[in-house]
């Protein structure tokens, strides 16, 4: 079986500031790898995703995360956060051999200070 | 396109009526999710078909919950009789075979009084 844990449930930092939102995941089988985003009153829309190939993957806006298969990590982060990030964020798992089925994690809120 | 569809974005509704909440696929996709989002219990997968075919429904709460996909375009959650417990908002997301992407709908919006 699979699972995902999102290590913080809310993360607050101040607007320019660097953040980190960590996450872990367990599987006996090869994994794919999400990070979703869901601002106020909205569905969750995909921020970044790790298939194949380079284990650091980015987004349009910033974000970065890291595939790190020895400490099954898959955390995300932004050098510089502004007030617009402020949103819950989710990390997901799909085993490769799975098809469609995603496993999410709690969500970690990103809560940002002018 | 114009992304997956739910509707109603709202529903408010009295302990003991059926409720059913709609969605509308993006077109081309060949897996639909239904899911179930509330603080306590954060983002569940109740059920989810492919090509119209349930897949998993052991997610779904108990047999108050009945999901159907009569074709690949719609698909509809009921809830009846409907509790206060089942306050929620209620999210669809579909996605292809070659893809993991999912791309969630806006959520339903439900409160149970």
């Known amino acids: 079986a699979q699972s995902v844990t999102q290590l913080d449930s809310q993360v607050p930092v101040f607007e320019e500031a660097p953040v980190e939102l960590r996450c872990n995941y367990s599987?006996?089988?090869?994994?794919?790898l999400f990070w979703y985003v869901q601002y106020p009153n909205q569905g969750l829309q995909l921020l970044l995703k790790?298939?194949?190939?380079?284990?650091l993957v980015e987004s349009i806006n910033g974000f970065e995360a890291e595939f790190n298969k020895s400490q099954t990590s898959f955390h995300l982060r932004k050098p510089s956060v502004h007030i617009s990030d402020t949103a819950e964020y989710f990390c997901?798992?799909?085993?490769?051999?799975?098809?469609?089925?995603?496993?999410f994690g709690q969500g970690t809120t990103l809560q940002v200070k002018p | 396109d114009a992304g997956v569809i739910q509707s109603p974005r709202h529903e408010v509704t009295e302990m003991g009526q059926e409720v059913t909440l709609r969605c509308k696929p993006i077109?081309?996709?060949?897996?639909l999710f239904w899911y179930r989002q509330t603080m306590m219990r954060g983002l569940e997968l109740l059920i989810y078909?492919?090509?119209?075919?349930?897949?998993?429904d052991s997610g779904m709460p108990e047999d108050r919950f009945s999901a159907k996909m009569p074709n690949a375009s719609f698909s509809t959650l009921k809830i009846q009789p409907s509790e206060p417990r089942d306050s929620a908002v209620y999210f669809c997301?579909?996605?292809?075979?070659?893809?993991?992407?999912?791309?969630f709908g806006p959520g339903t919006r439900l409160t149970v009084t």
């Open positions: 997301a579909s996605t292809t075979s070659s893809s993991y992407e999912q791309y």
């Open positions: 599987s006996s089988v090869s994994v794919y």
């Open positions: 790790y298939l194949s190939g380079s284990t």
């Open positions: 997901a798992v799909a085993s490769t051999g799975n098809t469609g089925k995603l496993i």
């Open positions: 077109s081309g996709h060949d897996y």
């Open positions: 078909f492919n090509n119209n075919v349930p897949i998993d």
